[in-house]
């Protein structure tokens, strides 16, 4: 059973940062691909970004230049930084692995940006 465990979410003003963690297990972790997603209520889940094994990234249009993913094998974990947060990235935020058709997602941490 595949687990990821999500963390770091929080209330933080505008043009603060957070760091996402999501934790997941060792032994799928250096061959799936890792991704952040974020949803609204009432809205679709969308990507906002993702890393494969090799380490290419991809972003959201709306948060390049502000987020920066990595992946750490390390330690199975893979992190979100956020800066210069802005309201619109008030969302719940989800970690998500896969390969092929495979795809298992994480409980889901509230990211709140208001002052």
């Known amino acids: 059973q595949v687990q990821l465990v999500e963390s770091g979410g929080g209330l933080v003003q505008p043009g603060g940062s957070l760091r996402l963690s999501c934790a997941a297990s060792?032994?799928?972790?250096?061959?799936?691909?890792m991704a952040w997603y974020r949803q609204v209520p009432g809205k679709q889940r969308d990507l906002v970004a993702a890393?494969?094994?090799?380490?290419?990234?991809n972003y959201a249009r709306s948060v390049k230049g502000r987020f920066t993913i990595s992946r750490h094998s390390a330690n199975n974990t893979v992190y979100l930084q956020m800066n210069n947060l802005k309201p619109e990235d008030t969302a719940v935020y989800y970690c998500?692995?896969?390969?092929?058709?495979?795809?298992?997602w994480g409980q889901g941490t509230q990211v709140i940006v208001s002052s």
């Open positions: 998500n692995a896969a390969l092929d058709l495979q795809s298992y």
């Open positions: 060792k032994t799928f972790f250096s061959v799936y691909n």
């Open positions: 890393v494969n094994p090799a380490g290419t990234t």
